[in-house]
């Protein structure tokens, strides 16, 4: 009877062991899904970050670039229009003098 008691109290204490063995496994477990879930959440945010920066970059370079295109657009049209009006001078001006 000794002999089943003792052989029970080792198993009893076996169990509590592998019972204790496996509560820190799952915490380890635990934290390392936490560490893991923390790491991703910032990459995440850094991702995001990255992309807002490279939104803003565009759309600014957007907006220089539209402000480049309008002032090329307007020298050009004021460079047509000083064509035009030179021109037209000489035209006057040719009207005006007699031909020989």
Do not use: C, W
Not at 29 to 42: M, S
């Amino acid at each position: 009877m000794k002999d089943k008691q003792e052989q029970s109290s080792k198993e009893t204490v076996r169990k509590e062991k592998r019972i204790k063995e496996e509560i820190e496994g799952l915490a380890r477990e635990q934290e390392r899904k936490k560490a893991y879930l923390a790491k991703e959440q910032a990459n995440e945010e850094a991702q995001k970050s990255k992309k807002i920066k490279r939104m803003e970059k565009r759309a600014a370079d957007e907006i220089r670039q539209s402000a480049k295109d309008q002032a090329r657009r307007e020298a050009f049209f004021a460079h047509e229009k000083a064509n035009a009006e030179a021109q037209e001078a000489r035209r006057l001006k040719a009207k005006k003098e007699p031909r020989e």
